[in-house]
């Protein structure tokens, strides 16, 4: 048997995410195994450094599978790139040592949140942005605490302008707070999690460059939508409905309710895995 | 009447063009004129710095139109960007003198080419650069001249890497030889054009940053195809099919047949607009 790693970039947004679920093959991981059983005619099972949700993008997912046959592995990408869709791309492949496991040996993940706060938006970034307006929860919450607090809306109401006025040094000292290892049960969105929800992060970035508002997040581990509650959370903080002050009660509560709101999936990019 | 200057920005991909054209209205005027009119409630022309076609994006469209009524610049914006698709933004509208003709006061174009020359695609760019692989002219031109020149072509047969060796220092030779005034009817696919094919490139920019060439063109005005003719050219010199030195026998020969390909639409934007 050859075990390969894969590199991996895909743009998430017409996929089911990553990993295989019943009858859909609307996934990355099936797309992935259908074209290697075409290339190698035997049943191939792909590992990938874990799930990502759907709508959820990869500059550098890792995966890996073994196989009986031994092929180049250019040939492999060759093979890939040239059957796969456009918005999977193979960035690389190399044979690994036989104990190599894309998912098992990874011990740490970035993560980068994308969040588009130009006065107008991108229309060239606007898929893998988020982009909050009237519609959104997030964005009303605001409208509502500015009313409550008697703020100044700018751009007056009805409130249109999507631009939202960050507070980026609160949320560094939030993010400074989160830092370490912790019980993040309340950034997971899996309540019948029953294995251990201690993950360490070792380091949050935020910084806004012409207009788009990046977090990077990295850390050993990340829960069920933990960097995209991490991200609600944080924004929430940067607009005033949370305090930094908050995050050590959230961390101790240990329950998702206590925690911002999921921001969503097509501003996420899983950057690079760790091993 | 008051008359309003946009500012604009436009993904082009899904749209027939700028312009108007009998019955479709899937182009960016036609999009532009019924949401004003919904607002303004009576028929509203716009006039364009100048045509974009179908699939050429914009970074920094100008367009200009009259009303008998007087709104706030930011009202309109903000009615144009809340029932606009996605995929046009207005970044700015102001009051323009009367005389103000986005067409006819143009004095000057900056337009950028974009090809995605990187070892493997990237997935998020993919819309809005023009990438060569086995199915395009331009590539099979290439493998062609490989194969009589007994060049060697990296990765060897069949070929499927789609990175090609562009020799940016001859592309620089030759795109110094097309800047100044000249009679550029050679770069022109309009062959009934009647008026004068006389215009001045002031400069050429090219450069290559993590495998995404891009070749910037100013100048005062460019002919139908105009700028994806000079990029054609310029990537046929880049890989040899061409040398710097035709340049001059191009514009002499005042005939389409004598220049290089028309290099595909999506990697085109119309960037700045001078007045």
């Known amino acids: 048997m050859t075990n390969y790693k894969l590199l991996l970039s ?20 099936a797309k992935l195994e259908q074209t290697l059983e075409r290339l190698l005619g035997e049943p191939i099972e792909i590992h990938g450094s874990g799930r990502t949700d759907a709508g959820v993008h990869a500059l550098g997912q890792v995966a890996n599978f073994k196989t009986t046959l031994t092929k180049e592995p250019e040939e492999i990408q060759e093979y890939l790139n040239t059957y796969l869709p456009l918005d999977i791309r193979i960035l690389s492949v190399e044979t690994a040592p036989d104990r190599f496991h894309a ?8 993560y980068q949140y994308r969040i588009d706060n130009g006065a107008v938006a991108n229309v060239f970034a606007r898929k893998y ?26 751009g007056g109401a009805p409130l249109r302008n999507e631009q939202l006025p960050y507070d980026i040094a609160a949320m560094k000292r939030a993010a400074a707070l989160l830092v370490g290892e912790h019980d993040f049960r309340s950034f997971c969105d899996n309540k019948r999690m029953k294995k251990s929800t201690v993950r360490t992060i070792t380091k949050i970035d ?10 990077d997040f990295y850390g050993n581990g990340f829960l069920y939508h933990m960097v995209r509650i991490l991200t609600g959370t944080l924004l929430e903080i940067g607009i005033g409905c949370l305090a ?15 925690a911002g709101f999921t921001a ?12």
Chains 1, 2 share one sequence.
């Open 10 to 29: 895909y743009d998430g947004t017409r996929y089911s995410g990553w990993q295989k679920q019943g009858n859909t093959d609307n996934t990355i991981q």
């Open 264 to 275: 969503p999936s097509q501003g996420l990019f899983l950057t690079d895995v760790f091993y």
């Open 244 to 258: 930094p002050e908050d995050i050590p009660t959230i961390l101790e509560q240990k329950n998702r309710e206590a």
């Open 129 to 154: 942005v988020a982009r909050f307006t009237e519609k959104d929860y997030f964005f009303r919450k605001w409208t509502d605490l500015c009313k409550s607090q008697k703020r100044t809306i700018p």
């Open 206 to 215: 935020i910084k806004e460059v012409d207009g788009i508002l990046t977090l």
């Open 103 to 110: 998912r098992l040996n990874a011990v740490g993940k970035h």
